[in-house]
């Protein structure tokens, strides 16, 4: 099994950047495809992005194309998401997440470990 740690969440003003983390431990990180997945409050969680095992493939919800950017760095056990142009409706819950079935999913059931979510607040 893996855990996964998100750090990075902070208080931005709109139009501003952060960058997530994801740390891995336990079994080897590059064994699974990764997720990032959001909720505000009242919502349910939502998909993100998602990245392959080797990060050549990555696919992005509508709502964060081309403002958000998913990466790993298997060397080092971790994944990152780089978030620009940050808006109120960012402001969420941000959780990382590992799967084994298949190459990458956009769905929560696709994914068996969760980190415990880093709060991202944008204010305006």
């Known amino acids: 099994q893996v855990q996964l740690v998100e750090s990075g969440g902070s208080l931005v003003q709109a139009g501003g950047s952060l960058r997530l983390s994801c740390a891995a431990s336990?079994?080897?990180?590059?064994?699974?495809?990764m997720g990032w997945f959001r909720q505000a409050p009242g919502k349910e969680r939502e998909f993100v992005a998602t990245?392959?095992?080797?990060?050549?493939?990555?696919y992005y919800a509508d709502s964060v194309k081309g403002r958000f950017t998913a990466s790993r760095d298997n060397a080092r056990n971790a994944g990152y998401l780089q978030m620009n142009s940050l808006t109120p409706e960012d402001s969420a819950v941000y959780y990382c997440?590992?799967?084994?079935?298949?190459?990458?999913?956009?769905?929560?059931?696709?994914?068996?470990?969760w980190g415990q979510g880093t709060q991202v607040t944008v204010s305006s």
């Open positions: 997440a590992a799967g084994t079935g298949g190459v990458w999913s956009s769905a929560r059931g696709g994914y068996f470990y």
């Open positions: 336990g079994r080897t990180f590059s064994s699974y495809f």
């Open positions: 990245i392959s095992r080797d990060g050549a493939t990555v």
